[in-house]
Nanobody
């Protein structure tokens, strides 16, 4: 089992920045690929970003490419999502997720075994 706890979500004005953190416990963190997803009211959960076990490979949804950056610190069992130039359409509950992976990362929610409880990000216009 892997337990994930997100933090860092809050209300921010459009154009602002936030950094979300996801702290993992329970298993060897470096054995897992990590993903970030978000879900807005009335919408399906969507892929935001992902990172492989080493941090050397990342992927992003087109809607956040160039604005968001994911990174990880395996010594702290933590993955981060730096969000810049935030827009009102970025408003959602943000979730981190983990899955055992030897090399890559995944964009489909169904590939992830473990999920955090989510953190609310609200961007005002």
């Amino acid at each position: 089992q892997v337990q994930l706890v997100e933090s860092g979500g809050r209300l921010v004005q459009a154009g602002g920045s936030l950094r979300l953190s996801c702290a993992a416990s329970g298993r060897t963190f470096s054995n897992y690929a990590m993903g970030w997803f978000r879900q807005a009211p009335g919408k399906e959960r969507e892929f935001v970003a992902a990172i492989n076990w080493s941090g050397l490979s990342t992927g992003y949804a087109d809607s956040v490419k160039g604005r968001f950056t994911t990174s990880r610190d395996n010594t702290k069992n933590t993955v981060y999502l730096q969000m810049n130039s935030l827009k009102p359409e970025d408003t959602a509950v943000y979730y981190c997720a983990a899955t055992p992976a030897s090399a890559g990362w995944y964009s489909r929610p169904g590939r992830y075994n473990y999920w955090g409880q989510g953190t609310q990000v609200t961007v005002s216009s």
